[in-house]
């Protein structure tokens, strides 16, 4: 059987805080952990979008986005057609650093992941206390140190 994946990548997202008329809109998530002092206490995109994947893949990306002084930032959920979860990756890169040093955290569902629950006809994907770990990342140095917490809500469309 073919297993249609679909991931939510919520990017490039406020460090500090969002400015602009579509702040709030696709949610916010809460982080809580020891790097907040660097990559911020909050997540807040600001901009959606939907990307189909090719064809021969049967892969959709949608993506939610916002960009500021503060740096970026990028959330991503993966899950099939019916909501059963794969992967969670945050990635957080802080205002003047270099791509070689990010903060990189992920999780491994099978086929949940704790504390994270997807609402496909609601189009969101709600955080209660889903924990998040450091993980390696290609050609960069993770500056993660120790595991960040999400809370929240993102919504897409």
Same mark, same amino acid.
């Given at each position: ?5 679909? !991931? ?12 602009? !008329? ?61 909501? !059963? ?22 999780? !491994? ?49």
């Amino acid at each position: 059987m073919t297993s249609w994946v679909r !991931s939510v990548v919520a990017g490039f997202g406020c460090l500090l805080a969002c400015n602009g !008329s579509d702040a709030g809109r696709f949610g916010e998530v809460l982080l809580r952990g020891d790097d907040t002092a660097v990559i911020g206490t909050s997540f807040e995109p600001s901009a959606s979008r939907v990307f189909a994947g090719p064809p021969d893949t049967d892969v959709d990306s949608v993506a939610t986005w916002n960009r500021d002084a503060g740096g970026r930032q990028v959330l991503e959920v993966d899950f099939d057609v019916d909501g !059963s979860l794969i992967a969670l990756r945050f990635l957080s890169e802080p205002s003047g650093a270099q791509t070689e040093s990010r903060y990189a955290y992920g999780a !491994s569902c099978d086929p949940t992941c704790e504390g994270v629950a997807v609402d496909l006809v609601a189009q969101t994907v709600t955080f209660e206390g889903a924990p998040v770990d450091p993980e390696s990342v290609d050609g960069a140095t993770n500056r993660a140190t120790a595991p960040l917490v999400l809370d929240g809500t993102l919504r897409y469309d």
